[in-house]
C-alpha cells in the first residue's frame, strides 16, 4: 500500500515538472528542464568570479575619484551602516570597512549591500561573515544609486584620490 501511494505521488510529481518545463520539456528521468538551469548557470558564473550574486553584473571605477558620490556615501554610512561597520579594519558588528575595496570587487560589494538575504544564502564569501560575526546583516532597501555612492565612499576610506 504504501509503494503504491509513493509511486502516486512520483507521477504527479513528474507531471508537475513536465507541464512548467515549456519548449525544453524535461526527458521522462527526472531531469530540471534548461530554463530551469539557465538562471542559476550564469548566477554561479558570477559567484565563481567574485561578483557575488544579484542585479550588479559590471561596475566602471573611475580615477580620480567622484567626490560628490564619496559625500553622498559618506551620509548614507552615516545614518544606515555606521551602526555595524568600523572605518578601520576593527570588527564590530560586522566586519570594518578598512582595505574592503582591495578584498572584494566592486560588484560583490554592490551586491552584498543591495541583495543580502540572497547573498547570505548563496555566496559562500557571504556565508563565511556570517559564520564569523553571527549576525545577519538586514536588508536596508539601499538602491543601486546608494550602493554605487557608497562604495565611492568606501575606495576613498581605502586611500584612493
Ligand atoms: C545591523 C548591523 C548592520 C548594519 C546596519 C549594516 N551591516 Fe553590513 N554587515 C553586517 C554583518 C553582520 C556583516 C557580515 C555578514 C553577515 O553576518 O550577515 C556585514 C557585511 C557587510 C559587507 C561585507 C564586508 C566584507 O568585509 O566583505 C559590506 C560591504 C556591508 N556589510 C555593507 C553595509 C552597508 C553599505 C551598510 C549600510 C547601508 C551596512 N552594511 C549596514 C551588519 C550590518
Redesign the pocket.
Known amino acids: 500500500m504504501r509503494n503504491l501511494n509513493i509511486i502516486a505521488i512520483l507521477m504527479v510529481m513528474s507531471l508537475l515538472f513536465a507541464s512548467c518545463g515549456g519548449k525544453n520539456t524535461p526527458a521522462a528521468n527526472g531531469e530540471a528542464p534548461k530554463s530551469m538551469l539557465g538562471p542559476k548557470t550564469e548566477n554561479e558564473k558570477m559567484i565563481a568570479d567574485g561578483r557575488g550574486i544579484g542585479e550588479v553584473k559590471s561596475v566602471t571605477l573611475n580615477t580620480p575619484l567622484e567626490q560628490e558620490r564619496v559625500k553622498r556615501g559618506q551620509d ?2 552615516d545614518m ?2 555606521s ?3 568600523k572605518l578601520t579594519d576593527e570588527r564590530f ?3 570594518g ?1 578598512k582595505g ?1 575595496t582591495s ?2 570587487k566592486p560588484e560583490w ?1 554592490m551586491n ?2 543591495t541583495n ?1 538575504d540572497v547573498m ?1 544564502e548563496r555566496d559562500a ?2 556565508q563565511k ?2 559564520e ?7 536588508n ?1 532597501n ?1 538602491s543601486i544609486g546608494d ?1 554605487r555612492d ?1 562604495l565611492e565612499f568606501m575606495r576613498s576610506n581605502d586611500g584612493e584620490k
Do not use: D, F, N, S
Open positions: 548614507i554610512y544606515k551602516c551602526a555595524c561597520h558588528v560586522g566586519p570597512w574592503v578584498r572584494r560589494i552584498m549591500v543580502v547570505l564569501e557571504a561573515l556570517l564569523l560575526c553571527l549576525t545577519r546583516m538586514p536596508q539601499v550602493a557608497i
